[in-house]
Structure formats: C-alpha cells, structure tokens
C-alpha cells in the first residue's frame, strides 16, 4: 500500500542474575560473533508479524485475563489517568506540567513519573497509589538510564563502535540491575535513530548510520534491560525511541522536521524499531520531529498502521516530552483537546509530561470524538507493561538495597573493558625511526597531559562528575609510570583559554617525552539540544594543538567528542589519533591500556567520519548517483567538461575522512579475495526461503582470508557489504550484511566464513513490498566500507 493511501486509511481522527559477566569477554570474541545470517532480518516487516511471546514478557497471552480484570473495575477518570505521565525530579525538557503530584496519584490520575531517582521519594509515591487510590495500580517509575545508571559506560554510539552485541547486553544488564535496585522499573533507552548527519548532537545517543547493525544494536540493548524474565526484580523495561525518522531532521538541528520516503523509512528507519520490538521491547517513544508533514507523535500510519497492524506490537507508546503540546507550533492544532485527540487517535498511549490528555481526554471520550474502546486499548498497553513488570506483586524498592547495587567491581571491570572495545584508532603513522607512536614503550618515560579533557568526560545522563570510583587519565597515567613522570597542563578550556595557558602548555611539552593531547566537546555539546553548524575544535583547541605539534614532540592526540569531528589538519599533521568518544568511568585505565598496548583497539566507526560539515549528511550506504565520479581526481577543482559535470564539489572532495566500518589496530591485516557461492541464485527459491525469515537456510556462503601481517595478536571486526543492481528501485552502493569480530595471532591466517539468508537479498521494491529480484550480486568481505575486493553473482529471474 502506497503512504499517501494508508494515510487516507487513517484519518486524523536490572539483581540475582547479576553476574558473572564479566571475566571471559575476550576469551568470547575469538569464537567468532557470527551475525550475518544468524540474524533476524528485521526489515520483513509486513512478512513476519513481532512473536514475541516472551515469557514474563508483555505479550505474554497469560497477562491478558488480568488486564481485563482490572480495566473492567476501572472507572474513565482512572483510565485516562493511566495514561498520563509527568517528571517528578530534575527537568529533561521545558516545563514540568504540574506539582501536585500527591493528590493526584491519590485520584489516580497518574499512571507514570519519570527522573524521579531517590528510592525513598519512588516509595513515598508509590505508597499514596497503593493506599490511597481506589484501584491501587502502582506508578510505572521511570528515567533516561542509556549507557548505565552510575556505572556509567561509554556513550552508546562508543558502545556501539565495539561492534559487539555482546558487551552492549552486558551494559544494559548492569544498567538494570542498578536502576531498577533503585526503584526505576522503565528506561527510555535504547534510542535506535539512524544518524547520518555527525551535526545531530544525539547521534551520540544511538548506534550509528546502518540499520543492520543498529537492529543488533537495538535487540541487545533490549534483551539486556529485560534479561530473561521482565517480572525479575533486576529487570527494567526497555523503551526503542524516537519512532521515527527522529536522525534524519533537516540541517542537523534538533527537533526539526524530517523528509523521508516510505521506501527509505522501511530500508533503514524502521528496521531498529522492528528488532527491538522483536526483542520483546515493552515500550516505545513517539518522536518530536514531523515526518511528511505529520508530526510524529500524530502519526497513524507510523503508530498503528506499522506499529500495530503490520508488526502487531502490543506494548505502550508514549510520547516524547510535550511532544502532544508540540502538535501546536507544528501547525496541526490549534489548541490542547486538538492536539490530545490527534496523539491519541494516531496512536500515542501515553503523554508524557504535557498534561493534555489529564485535561481533555475524558472529554473527547464522553463526546464520541474517540470511542471508549479506543481508551480502553491504550490503557491495556499501560497495565500490561505494569503487570509484566511484575509492579502489582512487588510495588517498592528496597530503599537499604538501593545502594548496594552501585559500582560493583565486575560492572567497573565491564565498564572498561567495553571503553576499551570502543576506541576507534584513526591513525598511527609511522615517525622518522620507522615506528608508528602508539603502543608507547613501557618504562620510564616523561608525559605531558595537555588539554580541557583529561580529568573528565562524563556525560550528562550518566554520573556527575566526581561520583563513583571514577579514575581520570592523568591519574591512571600517574599510576602507571610514577607521579614524577606525569606533568598535567590545561592549555585551553573548551570554549576559552588564554595565550598564557597555551605558553604554559608548549613549555609543559617541551620538557616532555611525549605530549597527549585530550582535546574535543564538552560532554554536554553533545547529546539532545546539541546539535552543531561548525564541527572543528571549541574554542582556542585547535590553537593549542598547532602549538604543541610545532614543539616537535611526539603527540598523541585523544579526541573525546559524541560525534566525529572535522580536523583535516589534525588528521594531516599529527601522528597519532585516538577517537575515545565520553568513555565512561572507567576511561583512565582503558585508556593507559591502550596507550601501553596491554590492549589492542579494535574498534571501528559505526558512522562516516566527515571531512568538512558541508559533506553532511554523509553515509557509505547511500544510492549511486547518475554521475559518479569515477576516477576523476577530486582533490583539485575541475578543469574540463569530464572533470567538472559531476556529482561532486568544487572544493572538496566527496570521500569521506574516514569510512564507516574504518578502525586501526597495532597490527596489520591483510584481506584475501572474496568468494562466493553459489553464483547463480534463483529469485524463487530466495522468496521461498524469505518467509522462514532468519530460521531459513543459508543461501549463499561467502568467504575470505584474513591474516595478521603484523607482530601482535589482534582482533578484526570483519565485514560483508552487498549491492545489488539491476533492480526496480536503486539500491544502496553498499550495504552491511554481516560481520564477525577474528581474533588473529600474528602471521596467522583465518578463513572468515558468513552464511546469508534468502533474506539478505529482500529488498523494498517499487510497490514497497519486501521481496527479491533479479540482480547483479557483489559481495564484498573487507575491513571497512571502502575496500576489499568484490565478488560477483547473479540472482535470476
Ligand atoms: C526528551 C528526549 O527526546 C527523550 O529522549 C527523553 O527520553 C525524554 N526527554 C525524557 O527525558
């Protein structure tokens, strides 16, 4: 069904699993993390309906019979009341909606508060719901925990540089486990956006530009915020947010509005959503931005069509913060019982801080403007969450446990282990000795820390700074090689510094063996409300930089940011870069041991590093243009006809800094030809096997040699691109269709295998239905989007 039509369609009327988690990650890895054909293809939308029948889940059918006994009892104030939601604790948005809270729990008037987080004021509240209302429901507690609750983990888009599903379920299970100690049984996180535009400020909130990773991403997120059993008293309840389109708003800047076409949404927007909803996620956030024209938050088509119809999720939508009351300056009401009746008839179960559905939804109800079957629908997603959650059997928090869960030395270690995972090495050249900076030799060296980020690069969201054992680079450094070989410089604030500062600096260097820079964003210049026009260094950074790279000294420069930055001088002139994103608590000892080479990154860039900002939105899998440029030298301006009427700029080139899919490591690895087989595939047999979705068997196996040409033992996270041409819509130059994380002693050779499904070969045709077609086949095995050799086959009428 076309968009324009489903429209017309829709009028606008986490404690005792905690673990063990830790102690085996690397020996995990070598085992290969198979992810091609062993995932769910989650872009089978209209295909596979979500069976996510989880036990103790929210779909879970045993939930329903209760449901039912409640909402039967329930009276429409009280219905209505279970669908309204304020923050009750430090604002995360403009205005709070209300204050008296007490007296309208006690009426049963609010179903959920959020940013609540001191256990004894979840018991005070909860204690009036349980007592004093007529039907006891208890209040759904919930807050934004999105790369842990003080355990803080690096910022999800460096969880996601990993490329490791793994580590990213082990996170959100520590994250559980503390938040829910705490009383908070619901988190707005995972965000699953596709971020394509580094100007965004909440690309740092999510897994980058491909959908494919982000779906595996999104599931692990879920699976560990709900661990087995969402009624466990360590379980929390995911929430996928912002559905949808929320990464692509205009310009990068927050908020705005989005353009996106049915075929795009369901390519590489949707699918997240879909997996994490297949994941069993109890909840989802309706977005701020308009799609089409639609607000998000009013969006039937997205909301029920999709949402409801086509993936029959049965859990609850709420909206983002006053995105109901948004519906006014987008234009679409013109006043709060307009803007209620458009959320909820599109779809949106629960309003979020606005207070719009306390005031006007009875009375839409009462005046048949919305039926009270309607109502009792959103309510049943409310209670079901509440009921799966296990809330009506156990609706406090121990307030004496609350703290004992906090900062465990396994989930210190995890925390670590997974900064460590996420550093991205974008470049380490060798020096005039031939020998590349990076690992620094062990022994007694004299280091300079230089620079506004070394002491600390938290993030908001996460613990303040100061909380918990936190140890900063400076003193992880000072650990390592003996206070005396540790001078520490400011050399510039992040927004500010003084030509004194910068002497001071180059002085500090000058007497040093070897300077680190930490140099980058403040952690709040990422993040929502963060987007950016200029994406070089704040400040007086780059300054800096230039004068400590004149000093001659060896220099390694750390960049902490939520976003790639653009440094072409940085990346020209110095050595060395390190992209640590906000690490988390553990970032100083995961960076000393990676300084040291105690550990070899192996991380990679889950989105395109641009060279200048005027290449955003800038993403590998985008579609071919009708004039590539081919060969043509882009480094210098056209000079004739063959050179000049291209998809091109004057004045830049179009490749990206860096690829997606691009990371270093201390040692090297050489990739063999790809193969494939078989190399004629039938389009029938393909569309068989498409409705076995991801328990269909392999249809084709591709494979190539990876050796470790280096002297260190590395890890390489391998990567499967295909494209596929010949068919009724243009599809993407490449698209990521797997990847395994080798482990590879030096001069050795790994055979790296991937199975993919019937599934990997669907694409969303020019009736946007997911189907296979006749098409030219390549697949590449590389290390990163750009390279690797291509193997080709055929898919045949
Ligand atoms: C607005 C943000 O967009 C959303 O991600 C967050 O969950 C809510 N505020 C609640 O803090």
């Not at 740092?204 to 959908?211: I, L, M, N, T």
């Not at 927007?269 to 909840?283: D, I, N, Q, R, V």
């Not at 307009?338 to 309003?351: N, S």
């Not at 090297?668 to 328990?695: D, E, I, M």
Request: proline share 7%; net charge neutral; glycine share 10%.
């Amino acid at each position: 069904m076309s968009y324009l039509r489903s429209l017309r369609r829709f009028p606008a009327k986490s404690r005792s699993l905690f673990p063990k988690l830790i102690p085996s990650l690397a020996r995990l890895i070598p085992t290969a993390l198979l992810f091609s054909g062993l995932c769910l293809l989650t872009s089978l939308a209209p295909l596979a309906q979500v069976s996510s029948s989880h036990a103790g889940g929210i779909a879970d059918k045993g939930l329903d019979t209760r449901v039912e006994s409640i909402l039967h009892r329930m009276t429409l104030e009280e219905k209505v009341g279970q669908l309204v939601q304020y923050s009750a604790g430090q604002p995360t948005g403009p205005g709070t909606g209300r204050t008296d809270y007490d007296d309208m729990i006690a009426r049963g008037e609010i179903g959920s508060l959020f940013n609540v987080i001191d256990p004894k004021e979840i018991n005070k509240y909860q204690k009036i719901a349980m007592e004093k209302s007529r039907l006891h429901i208890p209040i759904l507690f919930g807050l934004d925990v999105i790369h842990g609750f003080k355990t803080e983990f690096p910022i999800p888009l460096g969880l996601a540089s990993t490329w490791d599903p793994s580590i990213i379920e082990k996170a959100s299970r520590v994250a559980a486990t503390e938040a829910a100690a705490d009383g908070i049984r619901w988190t707005f996180s995972p965000m699953v956006d596709i971020a394509r535009d580094a100007r965004w400020g909440r690309m740092a909130e999510g897994a980058g530009e491909d959908p494919f990773l982000g779906s595996a991403m999104a599931a692990a997120y879920v699976r560990g915020y709900q661990g087995s059993r969402l009624d466990a008293p360590d379980s929390i309840a995911a929430c996928a947010k912002h559905y949808v389109g929320y990464g692509a708003v205009e310009g990068g800047r927050d908020y705005n509005s989005t353009e996106i076409s049915e075929h795009t949404l369901r390519q590489f927007y949707l699918p997240p959503f879909h997996a994490a909803l297949e994941a069993g996620t109890a909840s989802l956030m309706s977005a701020f931005n308009s799609l089409n024209g639609i607000p998000s938050s009013a969006n039937p088509f997205t909301l029920k069509q999709i949402l409801r119809k086509e993936w029959g999720f049965r859990g609850l939508v709420v909206s983002d913060w006053n995105s109901v009351g948004e519906l006014i300056p987008h234009g679409i009401a013109n006043d709060g019982a307009t803007a209620a009746r458009k959320a909820f008839l599109a779809g949106v179960d629960m309003d979020m801080v606005s207070s719009l559905y306390h005031d006007n939804l009875q009375q839409i109800v009462k005046s048949g403007q919305a039926t009270e079957a309607e109502l009792d629908e959103a309510v049943r997603h409310a209670l079901r969450v509440k009921l799966g959650l296990g809330l009506f059997e156990h609706p406090y928090v121990d307030e004496g446990a609350a703290a004992k869960a906090l900062y465990h030395p396994e989930s210190i270690a995890l925390a670590q282990t997974a900064a460590e995972r996420s550093f991205v090495l974008l470049k380490n050249a060798n020096g005039p000795d031939g020998k590349a900076l990076l690992p620094l030799a062990s022994g007694s060296q004299n280091v300079a820390v230089i620079g506004p980020l070394a002491d600390d690069s938290s993030y908001p969201g996460g613990a303040p700074p100061g909380s918990g054992p936190r140890v900063s680079l400076p003193v992880a450094l000072a650990q390592r090689l003996g206070e005396s070989h540790v001078s520490r410089f400011q050399g510039a604030g992040i927004l500010d510094g003084s030509d004194n500062d910068i002497a001071e600096a180059v002085a500090g260097a000058q007497k040093a063996d070897v300077a680190i820079l930490t140099l980058g964003e403040a952690p709040d210049m990422s993040g929502e409300a963060a987007s950016r026009a200029h994406l070089g260094l704040p400040g007086r950074q780059q300054e800096l930089l230039e004068a400590i790279v004149r000093t001659g000294k060896p220099v390694v420069l750390i960049l902490f940011s939520g976003r790639p930055l653009t440094l072409p001088w940085a990346f020209e002139h110095v050595p060395t870069v390190l992209a640590a994103w906000l690490p988390g608590i553990a970032a100083g000892p995961a960076l000393v041991r990676t300084l040291f080479g105690d550990v070899n990154p192996s991380g990679k860039l889950v989105v395109t590093w641009p060279r200048a900002v005027g290449q955003e939105p800038l993403y590998y899998n985008s579609l071919g243009t009708g004039r590539p440029p081919g060969d043509i030298d882009l480094t210098r301006p056209p000079s004739d006809v063959a050179s000049r009427y291209l998809s091109r700029y004057i004045d830049e080139q179009n490749t990206p800094q860096f690829p997606f899919g691009y990371g270093g490591s201390y040692t090297s690895f050489k990739y063999g030809p790809t193969t494939v087989s078989p190399q004629r595939l039938s389009v029938a047999t393909l569309n068989q096997g498409l409705s076995a979705g991801a328990k269909g068997t392999p249809a084709v196996t591709a494979e190539a040699d990876v050796t470790n040409t280096g002297s260190r033992p590395g890890e390489e996270v391998v990567q499967l691109y295909i494209r596929l041409q010949g068919t009724s819509v243009a599809e993407p130059v490449r698209m990521l269709k797997g990847f395994q994380t080798v482990a590879i002693a030096p001069g050795e050779t790994r055979r790296v295998k991937f199975e993919l499904k019937p599934e990997a070969f669907a694409i969303w045709n020019d009736h946007n239905q997911i189907l296979t077609e006749a098409a030219k086949l390549t697949v590449w095995i590389s290390p990163d989007s750009a390279r690797g050799s291509p193997a080709q086959a055929e898919i045949q009428p």
